[in-house]
């Protein structure tokens, strides 16, 4: 049985040689398939218009620092599935739209000051543009962004892009993570200890979180 496809492993990364699909024989047949259908070609666009689906490309790109298509995951494509299937997170504030309206109104807003700002559609605007645009969003806080409350409506794109980024194996091989554990499980528990299908951080020191502290 085919485990779907295994891409060359990234000797720049910081966790060189590593490749998570290579782990997939571990993995039961329903987690397979499931891992496996992320890295196939994404479908068609079934919920956002195609308007709101180049605004969304472009907002994605910005939240996740991933301009021009980054790692490679389609993550425009997976927020868009998980809209047109019904697929959120259970819940949403009071004073917000259903998730699928949310997305719909707030691509709009993006257009809306874009166009203010640049005379241009947010994806039209250049990189540094779109940047400031959607920082300004960020540092409303809880205060009102076209109706909305921003820090809300922050929530609800950082909620969707990071879960879509981190659900893809590529960004898996970036971080070294090798995947879901059952059946195998873990045996070597604890700080550094590694199994022997992981790799060592080849650049420790240039860990972007902690630079960040």
């Not at 196939?40 to 605004?55: C, G, K, N, S």
């Not at 929530?155 to 554990?181: K, M, N, Q, V």
């Not at 059946?183 to 199994?195: C, F, L, M, Q």
Request: aromatic share 8%; glycine share 10%; hydrophobic share 35%.
């Amino acid at each position: 049985m085919s485990h779907g496809p295994v891409t060359a492993p990234d000797p720049q990364g910081r966790f060189p040689g590593f490749v998570v699909m290579r782990q997939s024989p571990s993995w039961d047949g329903v987690t397979a398939l499931t891992i496996r259908s992320r890295v196939a070609p994404p479908p068609a666009p079934r919920f956002f218009t195609a308007a709101e689906q180049v605004t969304a490309r472009a907002l994605a790109g910005q939240l996740l620092g991933q301009p021009h298509d980054g790692l490679g995951v389609p993550v425009m494509e997976m927020i868009d599935a998980r809209l047109a299937d019904g697929q959120t997170d259970g819940w949403r504030y009071e004073d917000m739209p259903e998730d699928g309206q949310a997305w719909r109104d707030t691509l709009a807003h993006l257009d809306t000051d874009a166009k203010e700002r640049s005379g241009a559609g947010f994806a039209d605007c250049e990189g540094s543009e779109q940047a400031a645009i959607v920082q300004a969003v960020q540092d409303l806080g809880s205060r009102d962004w076209h109706g909305l409350p921003a820090g809300h409506v922050w929530s609800l794109w950082t909620r969707y892009a990071c879960t879509a980024l981190y659900a893809h194996p590529t960004a898996w091989d970036e971080i070294g993570f090798s995947g879901p554990a059952y059946p195998r499980g873990y045996k070597n528990i604890g700080v550094d200890a590694r199994e022997p299908f992981e790799v060592r951080d080849a650049r420790p020191a240039q860990d972007p979180v902690r630079e960040r502290l």
